[in-house]
């Protein structure tokens, strides 16, 4: 399952760059968001052989940028210009918080586990909300299913990583007698190689969709700018 995860994590980052996504809006910060955590997972797994202190600060940096690069990529789905300039003002003072608690506590483990809180609350809730708008508009009017499908499967992705954040840095349920239970931690693993897994593939799926709407309102476009110069002196 790790190696299925880590290849599934890739499949966004070459499909952005393939539909020639990555100068999109905001799409470039989803390509960083999973480069970052396809790297992580990469390295994490242990294809090629770097030191612990590689693999332990690369992890934590995709923790800390998980929630600011998302939050940016998910102003792709605002419907305002001020909603769109809220959320930029949260992300900002989301990064003023992790430079805070940073040089409070250092670049480790308790840091990351203070600031992921959060921003996993953050990203589910917008999630929550884009998903009920999305999924409104692609079964009522069938528009916007591109965007249903890329904010369920963040929608699905995040409500995993907060019962796994709950359960392995809240209760810590993979230590028992004060010793690491290695058969519990798997089993975490597992869930998280399977969440990311099929949140990857959801979000493939949506991004192709995506892109062939923005295609055809790309030949809208150029249509009317035909016309426009056609019938340029006709009132």
């Known amino acids: 399952m790790g190696l299925i995860s880590t290849v599934a994590l890739f499949l966004p ?19 960083l968001y999973y480069f970052v955590a396809f790297s992580s997972n990469f390295l ?34 605002c419907t305002s210009a001020v909603q769109a300039k809220r959320m930029k003002i949260l992300i900002l003072s989301y990064i003023l918080f ?13 840091a990351a586990t203070i600031i992921l809180a959060p921003g996993l609350a953050m990203v589910f809730s917008f ?14 009017h069938s528009k916007a299913t591109g965007k249903a499908i890329i ?23 993979h230590i028992i007698d004060n010793k690491v239970d290695e058969q ?34 790309n030949e809208v476009i150029q249509t009317r700018k035909e016309l426009q110069d056609l019938y340029k002196d006709t009132k």
């Open 98 to 110: 992790e430079i805070l608690i940073v040089s409070f506590n250092g670049y480790n483990k308790q």
């Open 184 to 217: 519990y931690l798997s089993d975490t693993y597992l869930v998280y190689f399977f969440a990311t897994t099929l949140s990857s593939l959801l979000i493939s799926a949506g991004i192709f969709v995506e892109r062939k709407k923005k295609k055809k309102l």
């Open 13 to 31: 980052v070459a499909l952005i760059l393939i539909l020639r996504l990555s100068l999109h809006r905001t799409f470039p910060a989803l390509l």
């Open 151 to 173: 904010i369920a499967s963040i929608l699905f992705a995040y409500g995993c990583f907060i019962i796994i954040y709950l359960l392995y840095s809240v209760f810590e349920t």
């Open 44 to 77: 994490g797994q242990g294809y090629i052989t770097v030191s612990s202190d590689v693999v332990k600060y690369w992890a934590l940096t995709n923790n800390l940028l998980d929630a600011p690069v998302m939050l940016f990529f998910l102003i792709y789905f």
């Open 127 to 140: 999630c929550l909300y884009f998903f009920i708008r999305y999924a409104k508009l692609a079964i009522t």
